[in-house]
């Protein structure tokens, strides 16, 4: 979601600006590569270049292609085939053994539902979306791109035949997954899912909050920082937070409007601060509620909220993590937000956080 947010940036700069931009959109991935598909770039006319669609070897030909079809403004296919010799004679050395496809779609900015205009309806919304392109593998057919998005909430089809798709972009969203369809006459779709920014919630404005804060800020999440101290709880000890909630423990749900992807992490160093928070987030939907602090304060906090009554079940006991963070040995402050951040992108992305040398499937799930 970063990606698409810092596309967004550009693109509303590059028409303020008066320059034509093309979306660049890695639509299919056959074998390995370093990107899978829904990676996108913004190319503006001048070479500027916004977003990723591989580790860099495939930037500088794409560029090219894309500021050709900027100049021709019509979509086009290109295809990136690790075992041709003619990808390596013109430098395009992918290094991941796999066939890349590349859609480029030139921006028309008059067209109020152009591809980034769809993204921005994507972005404008904490929802799931599937956004949906198609692209026909022979690239010397006709490349429609992206036209259509999804949530539970609207739905846009630029075109009146794509409407019969809306079946299955709600298996998408039901699923939580992308995935790439071939239809008769040669054409391709994909069905991306999108999902909210993680949204995270830090209880506690003390030092340590402050390294925590800014990883987060470089992964683009949305960052609330929630503390009862007025004189802790400041924009200028917070500057990369997107809000500051000066707030009592029982008004935290009305001030971090919690969703499937919000991440909490309960570090006041304030007991009854925490368990007062804790209180009010566990029988929410958030799906991380870290704590500061080893078992045992956890287990009394379990013991003090199960005295008033409030049983917290099997399931939401699976969504509380503490000690908070992978066990990498972090030991300074900004040693434990990287270990935190670390297990919030990997409950998130439903990985256990191991080495990926003990992995023995595919790094990225094929779409």
Known sequence: MKELNDIIIAYNKAVSQNKKTALVTVVQVNGSSYRRPGARMLVTEDGE??????????????????????????????????????????????????????????????????????????????????????????????????????????????????????????????????IIKNYEGSCSALFQFIPPVIQLVIVGAGNDAQPLVNIASLLGWNIIVVDGRPTYATQQRFPNAGRIAIVKPSEILSAINSDEQTAVVLMTHNYNYDVAALQQLVNTNCKYIGALGPKKKLRKMIDELNEKGIIINDDAMQNIYAPVGLDIGAETSEEIALSVIAEIKAVFAHRKGESLKERTSEIHERT
């Open 49 to 178: 270049i916004t977003g990723a669609i591989s580790g860099g070897c495939l930037e500088g030909d794409a560029l090219r292609k894309a500021q050709f079809a900027i100049f021709q403004q019509q979509n086009k296919l290109e295809i990136y085939d690790t075992t041709d010799d003619e990808d390596n004679k013109l430098g395009v050395q992918l290094g991941c053994n796999g066939i890349v496809y590349i859609l480029f779609e030139p921006i028309k900015n008059d067209d109020i539902n152009n591809p980034v205009n769809l993204l921005k309806k994507v972005a404008a919304q904490r929802k799931d979306a599937v956004i949906i392109t198609l692209f026909n593998p022979n690239k010397n057919l006709e490349q429609k791109g992206t036209l259509a998005f999804v949530n539970d909430a609207e739905s846009f089809f630029k075109l009146d035949e794509l409407h019969a798709l809306q079946d299955e972009c709600i298996n998408m969203l039901a699923t939580k997954s992308s």
